[in-house]
């Protein structure tokens, strides 16, 4: 019986990573390989369920997942072999009826068909990585599609009876602000009831960032990013569209519940190449992954870095983490600030945070009613002063 089995559960939400595109964008420093679909990719998916398999020991009591996030890279490069690791992982794991799974695309590897696949596959949403409807702006981001592939995969998507989810990106030089406005209407009126807003930003070691220093790009502009998330929050506004997270917007009932588990210290299971994961004390002593011997540690964070091809054998974690108690308060908090309902009194009184939420307060960085802490538009903005100083608050 689950209620008499003393064993720490599996985490409720998984996330699998793809590590590989069609090709890198001029931006991208994730971990991902390109890959014009030529990989070997059933051997990718082996890999990667061995990786889950790996989690699956006796100590630990498997739960139904509520959510599982397949993301990359750009999973549907996979094609066809995508629904294979879906399946795969739910004969490993049980599910719940009612659970949410999500599979990143890019709109030249999502094609009707393989929509149909898997929406019958269970897949309940698709978060399609559009970023702009500018032509030439994609052009310049070394993207692989133009705005009408974008649509048409949007519409795919809703067609095949899942919720589309659409990728933008604010604050690349050269779009204008009516261009701008163009491209939130354009994904709400493809079907978007769910829409991602971050900015351009330029990692050392881009394409873009060589471009730049060379003189051959522009460099993004901060007024233009600042106008051009006040622009999301106000046209998607008028489309009935909540904004629940700094860079996040949802129809009513359509929020992402597994990112929303991030958000809420929730702990989950991450496998693939560059996934990583946090679990509870009890769950990360039971895979020993941390000590058993009195020592203050509340949570465990890891990560993988391994290629995505390694052949079978389960890779190493890349890194490991021990939160103390109040490390892991301290997270929650500042994950809660990132999101439009904030943090509960109790959460900022278990992270020692309260004197500075008041500072913070007086600052207009968040407000304080019902009981709850919640960011201004003025905190979210200023968000790395309102984390660094949960974080570090007396210490
Ligand atoms: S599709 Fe996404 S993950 Fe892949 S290279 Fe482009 S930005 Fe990076």
């Not at 889950?52 to 509520?66: K, S, T, Y």
């Not at 999502?110 to 897949?123: F, I, K, M, N, Y």
Request: aromatic content about 6%; some cysteine; charged content about 25%.
């Amino acid at each position: 019986m689950p209620w008499d089995d003393p064993r720490p559960s599996l985490p409720r939400h998984l996330y699998v990573h793809v590590p590989v595109c069609r090709s890198k964008c001029a931006y991208c420093d994730f971990y991902s390989r390109a890959d014009l679909g030529t990989g070997d990719h059933p051997r990718l998916v082996r890999h990667t369920l061995g990786l889950l398999r790996g989690w699956l020991i006796p100590e630990v009591r498997r739960a139904p997942l509520q959510t599982l996030y397949l993301g990359g890279g750009t999973p549907t490069v996979l094609g066809d072999e995508l629904v294979t690791l879906i399946k795969g992982v739910q004969a490993m794991v049980p599910f719940t009826d009612d659970i949410e799974v999500t599979v990143e695309a890019n709109p030249e590897s999502l094609t009707p068909e393989l929509a149909e696949s898997l929406a019958d596959a269970g897949v309940t949403r698709v978060s399609v990585g559009v970023q702009s409807l500018d032509d030439d702006a994609l052009r310049r981001l070394d993207r692989r599609h133009d705005s009408a592939s974008a649509l048409a995969a949007l519409r795919s998507v809703a067609e095949a009876g899942m919720q589309p989810s659409a990728d933008l990106m604010c604050g690349i030089p050269g779009v204008s602000a009516d261009t701008w406005e163009r491209s939130l209407e354009g994904v709400v009126e493809a079907g978007a009831v769910h829409v991602s807003v971050y900015p351009l930003t330029v990692e050392q070691g881009t394409p873009l960032a060589a471009r730049i220093a060379a003189g051959t790009a522009d460099a993004p502009d901060e007024d233009a990013v600042v106008d051009g998330m006040d622009a999301a929050a106000r046209s998607l506004g008028t489309f009935g569209f909540e904004r629940y997270e700094v860079a996040n917007y949802a129809m009513p009932g359509h929020r992402s519940r597994h990112n929303t588990a991030y958000w809420t210290g929730r702990p989950y299971i991450g496998v693939g190449g560059g996934a990583h994961g946090m679990l509870d004390v009890a769950h990360a002593q039971a895979c020993t992954l941390a000590p058993d011997d009195g020592r203050d540690v509340a949570r465990v964070r890891y990560s993988y870095v391994s290629d995505p091809f390694p052949g079978d054998q389960p890779s190493p974690l890349a890194s490991l983490e021990l939160l103390t108690v109040l490390d892991a308060a301290r997270e929650d908090a500042m994950l809660g600030m990132r999101m439009t309902d904030g943090i509960d009194e109790g959460v900022a009184e278990r992270a020692g945070v309260t004197d500075v939420m008041r500072s913070l307060a007086d600052d207009g960085l968040v407000s304080h009613d019902d009981g709850r802490w919640r960011p201004t538009a003025r905190g979210w903005l200023l968000g790395n002063e309102v984390f660094g100083r949960i974080w570090n608050a007396g210490r």
